[in-house]
Each structure stands twice: as structure tokens, then as C-alpha cells.
């Protein structure tokens, strides 16, 4: 017998689905997915518990790379060909800080972007667990990540809850 990733439930109204989601956490569930055709408050308020992005990350990263190429850059360029003009100084930092500045929103921004694409999974090449075509047509899902001898009391959760249809999804 194939070990259980998890159960999904079914169902044509969000509320079956929520009061599911609250039992569950009850329960000591919270490794669960919300699916909704719809965007749906009830659901994001008791789906997955969303932490803070790590996207932010990407971007402080990118701007301090920015930042620092770009003071390498305009500084490298003026101490390796010096131009002398006035009795002006060599490495000036005021007329260096308009290419600092545009390489630091650049790389930070392309990197928020990378950030993005990789946290949001963009570009995955197979559906992620649980998902059901439905759920992006008229159906709201639920899905619950548990062990082969939790799955038969989270399919009675679900079905006490409302949920019309559930099923089980082997590894």
C-alpha cells in the first residue's frame, strides 16, 4: 500500500471548508492548503498561516549588491583611467551617487523578481499536491497533509464538517 500524503475535500460553498479548517486546527492539523475559484476572505483567514515573505530578503540583497557594484564600478573606472580636470578630486563621491543610486533599484528590483518567481513557484512542472482542476472552475478544496493513520480521522473531519466529497492522495 502506497503511504498517504494527504486528504482533500471538496465542497460547492467555502463555509463547509472553514468550519473544517477550525476543527482541524483543533485538532493540532496546520499543515493545510486552501483551493477557491474565488478570492475568498474566509478561507485566507483560516487557510495556511502566512508568514512574512521572503521576498523582502531578496530585495535588501539585491540593493546593498547594487549599492556596492555601483560604487566599485564608478570608483574602479575613475582610479584606473584618471582624468585630471581642475584640480578636481580623482574619486568624487556626489556626481558617483546617480549610478550608485540606479544600481541599487535596478539589482534590487530584478532580484524581488527572482524572489518572487521562485517563491510563488511559477514555473513548477507538475500541479502541486491536492489540486484538483475544479477548484479553478466552481469547486472550493482543502488540503491536509497527514500520515497514513491520521487520514481516516481527517476524512471523518472533513465529512462531519460539510465537505461533499473527499479523497485521499497516495505519494
Known amino acids: 500500500m502506497k503511504p498517504v500524503t494527504g486528504v482533500w475535500g471538496v465542497s460547492r460553498q467555502e463555509e463547509p471548508l472553514i468550519r473544517a479548517i477550525e476543527q482541524l486546527r ?7 492548503k486552501t483551493f477557491s ?7 485566507l483567514q483560516g487557510g495556511p498561516e502566512a508568514g512574512k515573505s521572503p521576498v523582502r530578503v531578496y530585495t535588501l540583497v539585491g540593493g546593498i549588491i547594487g549599492f556596492i557594484s ?15 580636470t581642475g584640480g578636481k578630486p580623482i574619486a568624487s563621491i556626489p556626481p558617483f551617487l546617480v549610478i550608485v543610486f540606479e544600481l541599487t533599484i535596478l539589482l534590487g528590483g530584478l532580484c524581488a523578481l527572482a524572489g518572487l518567481v521562485i517563491h510563488a513557484r511559477l514555473f513548477r512542472a507538475t500541479p502541486e499536491a491536492g ?10 478544496g482543502l488540503f491536509v497533509r497527514c500520515e497514513q493513520l491520521q487520514a481516516e480521522e481527517v476524512r471523518k473531519l472533513l ?13
Open 131 to 140: 489540486y484538483d482542476p475544479r477548484f479553478s472552475e466552481d469547486r472550493f
Open 26 to 32: 483543533r485538532k493540532g492539523y496546520h499543515d493545510l
Open 70 to 84: 555601483g560604487l566599485f564600478l564608478t570608483m574602479g573606472t575613475s582610479l584606473g583611467w584618471p582624468l585630471l
Open 159 to 171: 465529512e462531519a464538517a460539510g465537505a461533499e466529497e473527499t479523497s485521499t492522495q497516495y505519494a
Open 37 to 43: 475559484p474565488i478570492p475568498s476572505e474566509g478561507l
